[in-house]
T-cell receptor, first 112, second 109 residues
Framework: TAGITQAPTSQILAAGRSMTLRCTQDMRHNAMYWYRQDLGLGLRLIHYSNTAGTTGKGEVPDGYSVSRANTDDFPLTLASAVPSQTSVYFC???????????FGPGTRLTVL | GQNIDQPTEMTATEGAIVQINCTYQTSGFNGLFWYQQHAGEAPTFLSYNVLDGLEEKGRFSSFLSRSKGYSYLLLKELQMKDSASYLCAVRDSNYQLIWGAGTKLIIKP
């Protein structure tokens, strides 16, 4: 069982460029989440989706957008990257919003 | 504001016991989670507490006191592979997880 996969594993991006981070889960979980993790800080929620077709903003949504066209996929898009978006990005999923979250392996993004 | 506090770093000896504390102030409470995160890897689920008391799972136990806004993770018979960061997270009234910055646990032989 793959669980949650993320792509790419790592990426170096020029400031001003756009990029989409991919996340796919095969557990048929309804809820999915995007977090960023920065040194010295806790995980911070960017966007979430409680079910296919719906999305919501988390703690730090500015500069990011998401879509949830189906149950399995939850891509995160940076429209015009800035250096402050340099971070490790984790996708997570849970059966429902009240259930335990399980994490993908992460994408390490560097914006120069 | 919402806040989760845990020590930045702790050191313990192989075979010993260590207790990692977490205090929280959040908008509502719908459960507390502990995750383990090895360097360069994803967080993995360890334990969940929603009622006061101790939950035991093998070498790991987690305690919760809702009235004190306090939890701890107890690791017994420490092994070198337990060297990792331990993340405390509280689910708030909106069912979103609020995360502490994590405690880096260093195990020495």
């Amino acid at each position: 069982t793959a669980g949650i996969t993320q792509a790419p594993t790592s990426q170096i991006l020029a400031a001003g460029r756009s990029m989409t981070l991919r996340c796919t889960q095969d557990m048929r979980h309804n809820a999915m989440y995007w977090y960023r993790q920065d040194l010295g800080l806790g995980l911070r929620l960017i966007h979430y989706s409680n079910t296919a077709g719906t999305t919501g903003k988390g703690e730090v949504p500015d500069g990011y957008s998401v879509s949830r066209a189906n149950t399995d996929d939850f891509p995160l898009t940076l429209a015009s990257a800035v250096p402050s978006q340099t971070s490790v990005y984790f996708c997570a999923s849970s059966r429902g919003e009240a259930d335990t979250q399980y994490f993908g392996p992460g994408t390490r993004l560097t914006v120069l | 504001g919402q806040n989760i506090d845990q020590p930045t770093e702790m050191t313990a000896t192989e075979g010993a016991i260590v207790q990692i504390n977490c205090t929280y102030q959040t908008s509502g409470f719908n459960g507390l989670f502990w995750y383990q995160q090895h360097a360069g890897e994803a967080p993995t689920f360890l334990s969940y507490n929603v009622l006061d008391g101790l939950e035991e799972k093998g070498r790991f136990s987690s305690f919760l006191s809702r009235s004190k806004g306090y939890s701890y993770l107890l690791l017994k018979e420490l092994q070198m592979k337990d060297s990792a960061s331990y993340l405390c997270a509280v689910r708030d009234s909106n069912y979103q997880l609020i995360w502490g910055a994590g405690t880096k646990l260093i195990i020495k032989p």
